[in-house]
């Protein structure tokens, strides 16, 4: 005898409820698809400009939090 289960649908009851929730994450799964295959480029493009950047003015940065010395940077920029 099954005490307090109803009619044999154990103990989750029916599945309608958790077929909600899949289709929730199903919906969330193609959101989240649709989102970063439409702002790839974007984030491409902002990986490409970090790469792209000047070195001078990186050396310039590293000279301003104080990575380099100024002889260093006067190094770089010859080299350069």
Excluded: C, W
């Amino acid at each position: 005898m099954m005490h307090g289960f109803g009619r044999g649908y154990g103990m989750m009851g029916s599945l309608r409820g958790g077929g909600i929730l899949m289709m929730g994450i199903f919906v969330l799964v193609v959101v989240g698809a649709i989102y970063f295959s439409r702002n790839s480029e974007q984030l491409l493009a902002r990986s490409r400009n970090k790469a792209a950047q000047d070195p001078i003015k990186i050396a310039e940065q590293r000279y301003a939090r104080g990575e380099i010395t100024k002889g260093e940077l006067k190094n770089i920029r010859a080299e350069l």
